[in-house]
């Protein structure tokens, strides 16, 4: 690339669109922020359902180190169901009552977890009715409400049954957070210049590291992760929120949303202007007449047409596949379960080892900004997955190696970190945004909304598997991760497309011939070169 045409790039990255970006990804940071609150008050939080249900609560910390279960350490002397006064029953009932118990009290908290993923998968299919609807940014302001409102209940859980208001919260935090994971890519892509929409797409993934980095480290106990200041902790988010809705106000709409959607041409031209600076919108305003007259082409696009045409079938499975690979990569065992690995690992102080996993995964997400661009998608995404899978096989080793070898645990730690290092260079940001430039105007929300809703399915389906899986698989659960990463390669290698660079029209193309080629990436080089020629 020329000095010239590197000036005008920079000269695209306005003051109003970095406003622009920034805002839209305040939503991605509060569904970091969701994903990591509620891990660090975990005893905390569950201590206090005890005492609400009348139930002791149950101690995972023997469980997440030995593997054993440890319902049993309910002391049979205590009153039955925790009321004074009535007679302890025998031995062997109070350990069948403490058993059941404590059940109930595993169903609540996992139910406070996991309904946050349900929400987003609820929500998640109305994401292209409603940006189309409203508009990307009246919509973006509305669904606002819902993160305000389960904020509040979250934050006042104290002044009620906390189990029903932090499930209710979580609920209606998800609903919201599946209706931002889609609004915010549509959004961020269509208001990017072609330059910069990788290295701004990237910031959908920075968002989520820093909420989770910020919410590990609040949740520290001697600041909100206590028993005094954990609703406050929970209820946090709702400041990102506020600030979001206030944010929106002054940020343009999406211009090929007033163009293409509603015909309305010179507020478009102003629009590109405000995003623009001084720079000619012609060239992006006959982008997008182009791209009008193909999605009037086609019409408007369902989600069942999205899967019954032959016209969008690779395209659905290359979106489907990436999501697939980032959810079921194993990334989410490592933020869930990383504190119990340094744990097994011999580290004195896991928390803090997290909290470091949490750094880095943030530091290398800010890389990740710089070498998408530089290096393309599809290089990223390859090399992210082939550093996974050789981290997965080293964990694994690691793990199983333990018992005999102590220098096995520096393996396994170096291991976590190479993982996650990995994941954020290109399976972690990359899925947020390819799938916005895989699929032109008229089919594009159907494809976000299938694409969000398949996202937070594999999130919720890893979530509430992966404990039971580890506790059957052991040290060798890794093993699987490492499997499945191989198939991921594989398949990112022989039908992943680069879309580095290119035009929505021009990876469009790929998709329309009968059969997605074995490298689209060298097949989109060849008809770039005919388009110049």
Not at 436 to 443: K, V
Not at 484 to 510: M, N, W
Request: proline content about 4%.
């Amino acid at each position: 690339m020329d000095k010239k045409s590197k000036m005008q790039e920079e000269k695209h990255l306005t003051g109003t669109l970095v406003l622009s970006v920034f805002t839209a990804v305040l939503g991605f940071f509060q569904y970091g922020y969701s994903l990591g609150v509620i891990n660090a008050p975990q005893k905390v939080i569950e201590a206090h359902y005890g005492r609400v249900l009348g139930i002791t609560p149950l101690d995972r910390h023997a469980i997440n180190t030995s593997g054993e279960d440890g319902t049993g350490a309910v002391p049979g002397t205590e009153p039955w169901g925790g009321t004074e006064g009535t007679l302890a029953p025998p031995a062997d009932a109070s350990e069948d009552l403490g058993t059941s118990l404590h059940l109930i009290l595993t169903m609540y908290w996992s139910l406070s977890v996991s309904v946050f993923a349900i929400g987003g998968m609820v929500s998640s299919f109305t994401v292209g009715w409603i940006g189309d609807r409203l508009g990307r940014v009246k919509a973006m302001l509305v669904v606002n409400v819902l993160s305000i409102a389960g904020n509040l209940l979250m934050g006042l859980a104290k002044f009620g049954p906390s189990h029903i208001l932090i499930i209710a919260g979580r609920a209606v935090t998800g609903l919201y957070c599946g209706l931002s994971s889609g609004l915010v890519p549509m959004y961020v892509s269509e208001v990017s210049p072609t330059a910069l929409r990788g290295a701004l797409g990237t910031l959908h993934q920075l968002a989520i590291v820093t909420g989770i980095l910020i919410s590990q480290v609040l949740g520290l106990d001697f600041l909100l992760g206590n028993d005094e200041m954990w609703p406050l902790l929970l209820g946090l988010s709702g400041v990102a929120a506020l600030l979001q809705f206030f944010l929106l106000l002054l940020c343009p709409e999406s211009p090929r949303y007033l163009y293409i959607k509603l015909g309305k041409v010179e507020e478009a031209k102003k629009s590109l202007k405000r995003l623009r600076g001084n720079c000619d919108p012609m060239k992006e305003i006959a982008e997008m007449e182009k791209e009008k007259q193909e999605a009037a082409s086609e019409k408007k696009v369902s989600i069942r047409q999205l899967f019954t045409s032959s016209k969008y079938r690779q395209a659905v499975i290359v979106a489907l596949m990436v999501q697939i690979s980032q959810q079921f990569s194993g990334i989410n065992a490592i933020f869930y379960y990383s504190t119990n690995i340094f744990e097994r690992a011999g580290v004195d102080q896991p928390v803090y080892a997290t909290i470091g996993v949490g750094v880095v995964n943030t530091v290398f997400t800010v890389i990740s900004v710089f070498l998408v661009e530089k290096t393309g998608r599809r290089s990223l995404f390859l090399a992210g997955l082939m550093g996974m899978l050789i981290s997965a096989v080293a964990m694994t080793v690691g793990l199983v190696l333990l018992s005999e070898f102590a220098w096995m645990s520096y393996v396994s730690m170096v291991a976590i970190f190479l993982f996650v290092i990995f994941f954020e260079v290109g399976p972690g940001p990359i899925p947020w945004f390819i799938v916005a430039e895989l699929f032109s105007q008229g089919p594009r929300p159907a494809a976000i909304a299938v694409a969000g809703f398949c996202n937070w399915t594999c999130n919720f389906i890893v979530g509430m598997c992966f404990q039971y899986i580890a506790d059957l698989c052991g040290p060798y659960v890794f093993a699987i991760f490492a499997a499945l990463l191989l198939v991921f390669f594989l398949f990112a290698y022989f039908k992943v497309p680069e879309t580095k660079g290119k035009s929505f029209e021009e990876i469009a193309a790929v998709f329309r011939r009968k059969k997605l080629p074995a490298k689209a990436m060298t097949e989109l080089e060849d008809l770039r070169g005919s388009e110049e020629a």
